[in-house]
């Protein structure tokens, strides 16, 4: 059991051999928050709230007590209006318009394992054993509300999930105009903040500020998750390097609109709120209802950002992706997008399957374009059926001759859209999101359909399905290309303000609808390369493409920033042509490949038009690639430079779990003059085996290669350089 109550102190104890959570009752209502962070063994200051009598701070207990106060308790689920001042966790609101609740505590129940929840993406266990978990239950006296609030602490991992259940037991109804799924108060303010915020083409650019007073909001506004900034935040202390120190890392595991909150308050407290955005949100919940938030992953790494991003790869990768493919090798694929755009035909796809295969390749992906009358993006999204003029012998017997050439086969769909000039349009103009009598804004030419309405996804589930009954699939590819813009839905009549949340629980319902029908199918989603990169997505689909941006150079930043969340085997890197296409750079066939290949690699060029000693080098990628693509996908990962410290070098390594294989790679982004020499230190190395680097006569030592390092030059020269070495054990 991992999870404590101490009757007599009134406290909670969540502990593995990692970490430690707790907090308390304070003056038998309060759920007061006392300490998280590295394993303690017997926690024994809880309750211990200073009492201070602080000027403006509200007592709830008048007579008694002018030392307790909600303006500066330590709280687990803070709501607003009964005198704490800081961001609230929850709003609700009554029939006559009041928004105070008073949660007091009411009980508590421990249970092994952890419970699904209902309709949302989440974590999971596998066994009982695996995790315990708390549920606290508050109730308001006066409206009969209630919420529980869940603690799932993993046995074996230094990760807690929170997420809240808002029930309604009163006689009223009751409006929720905000329900966060997490809040965690620090004591202290000695932190700095880490995100990863980015745009279209630069997604997850890794930043870290010193934390200052004042509110600090990291959300999206925009439907759904966004490349703006991912439902990601962490403290850690000024001293916390890449492999050192304290990190607490929240991630929230939903792909709608979402808000990252975090506060400094007057007495340098710090208070991190995570949850749905309730900028575009309420939730009507009549008597007798219940609302299930998502949940929020915390993170706890005392080894850096690099022991918080080997926590949640291997958590993503073993509880919360599923399916045939989660630990499976991914396929080395060829995407016509690049190659091709809109403007291809059979034989040109049949021309690059046969390169493709040539090369050894795996699995053809035919973007899009297929259906409809696309062939520009104004038009067709919606018509999930042939493109005859395109491929007038049809997309089976495409997809067979593929086939016969011993690839996969997969396509892509952008299921969640409509465009105007569409049948499906034309049929239903009220089934975008829109607000009725307003007028509409397009994006890319197109609407979003309205999921929250349940004959729009049956619609589409039954398009989708006729296609994918009717091919040999082994892939499809998921996009979404749009923000939301006004926000509703003409089938909802009672609160327009739920439609972007039932939007989500419609998608997901498709989702888990689709993924479960066809479960050999690899699914990759995808919004203008990362745009929903996030962990509710990952528990669908296990590949994501993580940027539209393909030039390698900009990729060391994209991919560095990605993989401080994600499991590489959840990255799609490809090579593609230069000039490149987003930003114009050219850069060698080997360091495309050297980048592309520390993801889930993939070609999205013409291969046809390709030198002969291209031709070479690529094969001789896909074959070392092949070789070694479990280290990579599912190896340990370790970030060694950043491209975000200089524009001179990235470096990162792959080490396999039993140590005996690792391999390095080194990037030279600017090179310079008289350049001071290059030594690298491996880390996540065997210090007592010995190894055999490729290209360095003796094998050396796992403890040199980590203490004293391993020098690069001379052999680099030039900008836009690579270098990659394979490392074995030897004894
Ligand atoms: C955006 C994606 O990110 C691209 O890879 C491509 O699939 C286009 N959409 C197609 O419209």
């Not at 394993?39 to 509200?58: A, E, H, L, M, W």
């Not at 017997?397 to 593929?402: G, I, K, P, R, S």
């Not at 103009?429 to 999921?451: A, E, F, I, M, N």
């Not at 993580?546 to 990729?555: E, G, H, L, Q, Y």
Request: one cysteine or more; glycine letters at 8%.
């Amino acid at each position: 059991m991992t999870i404590f109550y101490d009757e007599q102190q009134k406290s909670f104890h969540l502990q593995n051999e990692h970490i430690s959570y707790v907090f308390c009752i304070e003056e038998d209502h309060y759920v007061a928050h006392s300490y998280w962070g590295k394993k303690i063994n017997r926690y024994v200051q809880t309750g211990d709230y200073p009492r201070i009598d602080r000027s403006f701070s509200p007592n709830p207990h008048p007579m008694t007590d002018r030392l307790f106060s909600l303006d500066t308790l330590l709280q687990e689920f803070p709501g607003g209006g009964t005198g704490d001042f800081r961001e609230s966790a929850f709003e609700l609101e009554y029939e006559d318009g009041t928004t105070v609740t008073q949660f007091k505590y009411k009980n508590y129940h421990i249970r092994s394992g952890k419970p699904v929840l209902n309709g949302l993406p989440a974590t999971y266990v596998k066994e009982d054993n695996e995790a315990d978990t708390l549920e606290i239950t508050l109730e308001d006296a006066h409206s009969k509300m209630e919420v529980k609030l869940s603690y799932t602490i993993f046995s074996d991992r230094p990760i807690i999930t929170r997420s809240v259940k808002f029930l309604n037991n009163g006689q009223q109804l009751v409006k929720i105009n905000k329900a966060l799924s997490s809040n965690v108060d620090f004591d202290d303010s000695n932190y700095e903040l880490i995100q990863l915020p980015g745009s279209w083409g630069r997604e997850r650019h890794l930043k870290r500020d010193p934390l200052t007073r004042g509110v600090h909001v990291l959300d999206s506004k925009r439907g759904t998750g966004s490349h703006v900034y991912q439902p990601f935040s962490a403290l850690v202390r000024p001293e916390t390097t890449e492999h050192t120190g304290e990190v607490f890392g929240f991630h929230f595991i939903y792909s709608g609109e979402f808000t990252a909150r975090i506060e400094v308050d007057p007495f340098d407290q710090t208070r991190v709120l995570m949850g749905i955005n309730p900028e575009h949100f309420s939730w009507n919940l009549n008597p007798g209802e219940e609302f299930q938030t998502p949940e929020v992953v915390l993170v706890y790494s005392e080894t850096g950002l690099n022991g918080m991003s080997q926590s949640l790869h291997k958590l993503y990768r073993e509880r919360l992706t599923r399916g045939v493919h989660q630990l499976e090798e991914r396929p080395v694929l060829v995407n016509n997008w690049e190659a091709t755009y809109f403007d291809f035909n059979e034989e040109k796809i049949l021309n690059l399957a046969d390169e493709a295969k040539e090369l050894g390749i795996e699995l053809v992906v035919l973007d899009d374009g297929w259906f409809g009358k696309r062939n520009d993006d104004f038009t067709s999204l919606g018509d999930w059926f042939l493109n005859e003029e395109k491929l007038p012998k049809g997309l089976g017997q495409l997809a067979d001759e593929v086939k016969a050439k011993g690839l996969k086969f997969g396509i892509w769909f952008e299921p969640e859209m409509i465009s105007e000039d569409s049948e499906l349009y034309r049929a239903h103009p009220d089934w975008c999101v829109h607000v009725q009598g307003r007028t509409k804004s397009l994006g890319r030419s197109q609407y979003v359909l309205d999921y929250s309405r349940k004959e729009v996804r049956e619609n589409i589930v039954e398009q989708l399905t006729k296609v994918m009954d009717e091919l040999p699939l082994d892939y499809v590819k998921w996009d979404y290309n749009r923000n939301m813009t006004e926000i509703g839905s003409a089938a909802l009549n009672v609160n327009q303000k739920e439609t972007a949340h039932r939007f989500m629980l419609g998608l997901y319902e498709v989702l888990e609808t689709l993924t479960t029908r066809y479960p050999k199918i690899l699914f990759e989603s995808c919004s203008g390369g990362g745009g929903r990169y996030d962990p509710g997505m990952l528990y669908y689909m296990p590949q994501t493409w993580t940027s539209d941006n393909t030039d390698a150079i900009s990729r060391l930043k994209i991919q560095y920033g990605t993989s401080l969340l994600f499991p590489i085997s959840s990255m799609g890197a490809h090579v593609s042509d230069i000039p490149n296409h987003q930003v114009n750079r050219n850069t060698s066939m080997k360091l495309r490949g050297d980048v592309a290949m520390s993801g889930n690699l993939g070609y999205e060029l013409d291969l046809t038009t390709l030198s002969d000693s291209e031709k070479a080098e690529v094969k001789k990628q896909i074959q070392f690639y092949k070789e070694h693509r479990r280290l990579i996908q599912y190896g340990d990962f370790y970030r060694l430079l950043s491209p975000f410290d200089s524009n001179e070098e990235t470096s990162w390594m792959f080490v396999s779990e039993d140590k005996q294989e690792a391999l390095f790679f080194y990037y030279q982004i600017l090179s310079e003059a008289h350049a001071p020499s290059k030594r690298v230190k491996l880390v996540g190395l065997d210090p007592n085996k010995v190894y055999q680097v490729e290209g360095f006569d003796q094998p050396i030592g796992g403890d040199e290669l980590m203490n004293s390092g391993l020098y690069l030059n001379p052999e680099l020269v030039g900008d836009f350089e690579s270098r990659r070495l394979l490392l074995k054990a030897v004894r």
